[in-house]
């Protein structure tokens, strides 16, 4: 299984808009993040996670070719707006529908936004189509499975994912946009190769866990490894990673994670 992550920021992006801290003028590329996504390799399938504002510039600069599923976690504009993008997904599949997995929440804010992609096909070469289904609680593929649990981030709810790989057996868990790793969460998380948290800042928010909250988190699922993503202009990267316990990094665009 192979994780790339496009994107591992927040809804601003870093460098932030009009901003000259020390962390958006840093030589350091790794302080360069584009909104959070995620794109998953398992046993040959190629899956999608979320579709952020830079979406299209992600995979260009990530050479991301093929894509057979899109999951979207939640309706959130920082994780729904690049789906547009899509389109070239739907020429390369033979200008069929993209299966998109989501809330049924998210799937009617996709059908507000996006309304001229929900059709069987797209109407022409060059135009999206989704084929829009809720997420299951486990979706069974022949390359593997991806179980999916709810998140509370503020008023909505988020899909917190987790993939095993049938070849490896090797499993990997994705919880983006979380106020809280519920118990349930934890439980399904347990045994992963590595996991993924939303560890917004160093300070408290109302629907995002702060560092330390994911620490916390990922002290409980006890995982080997476990990065944390969704971070913002507050977080240099190497000074935030050096007060880490060694199990836990920052995330970066770019970065490859193979289990």
């Known amino acids: 299984m192979e994780v790339i992550f496009l994107g591992s920021g927040t809804s601003q992006g870093v460098p932030m808009i009009a901003c000259d801290c020390a962390v958006c003028r840093s030589d350091d590329p790794r302080n360069r993040r584009t909104r959070a996504s995620i794109h998953v390799v398992m046993d040959g399938l190629h899956i999608q996670v979320d579709a952020p504002p830079e979406f299209r510039l992600q995979c260009l600069r990530e050479d991301i070719r093929r894509m057979d599923l899109f999951v979207l976690t939640h309706g959130h504009a920082d994780h729904i707006t690049g789906m547009d993008d899509l389109r070239r997904f ?17 799937i009617t804010r996709v059908k507000s936004i996006f309304p001229y992609a929900v059709v069987e096909r797209p109407v022409a070469k060059g135009y999206a189509a989704f084929r829009l289904l809720e997420m299951p609680g486990l979706l069974e593929l022949p390359q593997g499975t991806i179980r999916s649990t ?110």
């Open 90 to 106: 739907c020429d390369l599949i033979g200008g069929q529908a993209l299966t998109v997995y989501s809330t049924g929440l998210a």
């Open 150 to 259: 709810m998140l509370p981030h503020g008023g909505v709810e988020t899909l917190g994912l987790i993939f095993t790989e049938r070849s490896s057996g090797r499993k990997f868990v994705y919880y983006t946009d979380c106020k809280s790793v519920p118990s349930t969460a934890v439980e399904l998380a347990r045994g992963a190769d590595a996991v993924v948290l939303d560890g917004l800042r160093p300070l408290p928010h109302p629907s995002h866990m702060s560092i330390s909250e994911a620490v916390d988190a990922a002290g409980a699922i006890g995982a080997p490894r476990t990065w944390l993503t969704h971070l913002t202009h507050v977080s240099d990267h190497a000074e935030t990673e050096a007060g880490l316990p060694a199990t836990v990094r920052l995330a970066y665009d770019g970065l490859r994670i193979r289990l």
